[in-house]
T-cell receptor, first 115, second 117 residues
Framework: KAGVTQTPRYLIKTRGQQVTLSCSPI?????VSWYQQTPGQGLQFLFE???????NKGNFPGRFSGRQFSNSRSEMNVSTLELGDSALYLC??????????????FGPGTRLTVT | AQKITQTQPGMFVQEKEAVTLDCTYD???????LFWYKQPSSGEMIFLIY??????QNATEGRYSLNFQKARKSANLVISASQLGDSAMYFC??????????????FGRGTQLTVWP
């Protein structure tokens, strides 16, 4: 079965612009989580969606938002980009994100550079 | 307080030797899951192994095994017969399986493993 896919893989944006990243989970997986990875802060949780509802949110400003569609695909949006938003954005999918979820697989990531 | 602590920023091991990567965790939940991931320089997070808090046996997946000591709250990864391709960053992570943080993974800062010939 196909793995988690993320598009685009690389992105260069200018400060002040906005960006939308996409994640398609493994078929049958209903939970999608997003993480930001930077050298300074490590891996930080952004948010998690399950059945089109945001179930969890990390400590990020409101410029970071997301959504999930009925086919479980998810998008995250960052508005008014700042230099500090440069990072690897990773998406993870799991069946339910709960007790039964020993599976939590990540996509290849989107590397965002803000100039 | 840190949920996941990995105290070894870097580890070196010779090819074909075994290596243990340390991980301790902090939770007051009884129900949780522990994960190890490998991240090569390409950036992709590769799932290696999972241990549930109620699992009585230590998890094993090929050359990977998880040394789970619940009372000590440690979940060390053991890689047997290291290969050059094992050189990568390794992350320990935890998910609490009840409560408001369900679905969220907490990660450690990682251990950079270098395998030398």
């Amino acid at each position: 079965k196909a793995g988690v896919t993320q598009t685009p893989r690389y992105l260069i944006k200018t400060r002040g612009q906005q960006v939308t990243l996409s994640c398609s989970p493994i078929s049958g997986h209903r939970s999608v989580s997003w993480y930001q990875q930077t050298p300074g802060q490590g891996l930080q949780f952004l948010f998690e969606y399950f059945s089109e509802t945001q179930r969890n949110k990390g400590n990020f400003p409101g410029r970071f938002s997301g959504r999930q569609f009925s086919n479980s695909r998810s998008e995250m949006n960052v508005s008014t980009l700042e230099l500090g938003d440069s990072a690897l954005y990773l998406c993870a999918s799991s069946l339910a994100g709960g007790a039964a979820s020993s599976e939590q697989y990540f996509g290849p990531g989107t590397r965002l550079t803000v100039t | 307080a840190q949920k996941i602590t990995q105290t070894q920023p870097g580890m070196f091991v010779q090819e074909k030797e075994a290596v243990t990567l340390d991980c301790t965790y902090d939770t007051s939940d009884q129900s949780y899951g522990l994960f190890w991931y490998k991240q090569p320089s390409s950036g992709e997070m590769i799932f290696l192994i999972y241990q549930g808090s109620y699992d009585e046996q230590n998890a094993t997946e090929g050359r990977y095994s998880l040394n789970f000591q619940k009372a000590r709250k440690s979940a060390n990864l053991v890689i047997s017969a290291s290969q050059l391709g094992d050189s990568a960053m390794y992350f320990c992570a935890m998910r609490e399986l009840r409560g408001s943080t369900l679905g969220r993974l907490y990660f450690g800062r990682g251990t950079q493993l270098t395998v030398w010939p």
